[in-house]
């Protein structure tokens, strides 16, 4: 699930009416603030993106080349499950997922 952005008069309290009486699959977000609207969230963590511009940064003020610096995917995320939806939905994500994982709700 990406973003609201594309919603007019987006209304949360309803997506999350929708969302709780109608979720039958999986259902995935990258974004730590969509997880109430889905089952797994896997959200990137912001300042692990900020420590790689800096080292690039440190890389090429120290004479490196940016077409020799690899882009890397993110290594880190915040982990997040919606056990309500999940349960709806017949979903069980394995223990070291949901131990893991903070829980959230609709």
Known sequence: IGNNAGITNW???RAKAVVSGNSRR?????LDWMTTY???GMAK??????????KTALLILNGA????????AN???LL??????????GFELPRDITRRAKQVAP
């Open 80 to 89: 997040y499950v919606n056990p309500p939806l999940l349960r709806k939905a």
């Open 65 to 72: 080349k940016p077409r020799d610096i690899p882009v890397v």
């Open 26 to 30: 999986f259902s995935v977000t990258y």
């Open 45 to 54: 963590i912001a300042g692990e993106q900020g420590e790689w511009a800096a």
């Open 38 to 40: 889905s089952m797994l």
């Open 75 to 77: 290594r880190r995320w």
């Open 11 to 13: 209304d949360s309290e």
